[in-house]
């Protein structure tokens, strides 16, 4: 089932995520419900927040064929790369935007997977970027906030007025 996604500056979007506290059929079907969403939507990452779901779930796809689903149920970074570098990113919260964001290089991050086991995952290039920018969304961050004060005004904006487009 598609779930509808929450666009910025929707307040629900700076909610902190709760930890999931079982991994049981509710979990289940919202990791389903989510990546069909995300591809739906042609996205490669989605944050429970965005989907106004307030607990800690990510699911992501960064592979060629779409078919590769990353599952991740609280997570959290366990080490961080000394390097940084600057990412032209998207958000499916905030269409049509992109711009730049300093994210570290390379990730690990532990977190649970469908079945409830514990997994750690190290990643770089794209994923890492992915894992990164899904994480701020669990924390009530949206990647624009990264942007000047100048840019997000102007972002915010542009986005109500597609939403009182949208809504004629």
């Known amino acids: 089932m598609l779930l509808p996604i929450l666009c910025y500056p929707d307040p629900k979007l700076h909610k902190v995520a709760k930890p999931v ?10 990791v389903t419900n989510m990546i069909e969403t995300m591809y ?3 996205g490669i990452g989605l944050a429970a927040t965005q989907v106004d779901v307030h607990e800690r779930v990510i ?19 366990v080490w961080t790369s ?20 300093e994210r570290f290089d390379a990730v690990h991050v532990r ?3 469908l079945t409830g086991q514990p997994r750690t995952i190290e990643a770089d290039e794209l994923l890492a970027v992915c894992i990164q920018h899904e ?8 990647f624009v906030e990264y942007l000047s004060p100048l840019k997000r005004n102007r972002i915010k904006k542009k986005m109500l007025k597609a939403q009182r487009e949208d809504a004629q």
Request: net charge negative; with cysteine.
């Open 21 to 30: 506290a079982t991994v049981d059929e509710r979990v289940h079907l919202l």
């Open 40 to 42: 739906d939507a042609k």
């Open 59 to 77: 699911v992501i796809d960064v592979s060629e064929e779409r078919d590769e689903p990353l599952v991740l149920i609280n997570p959290e970074l």
């Open 82 to 101: 000394p390097s940084t570098h600057l990412n032209e990113e998207g958000c499916l919260s905030v269409p049509g935007i992109y711009d730049g964001v």
């Open 111 to 113: 977190a649970l997977d």
């Open 135 to 142: 994480m701020d969304h669990l924390m009530g961050k949206v």
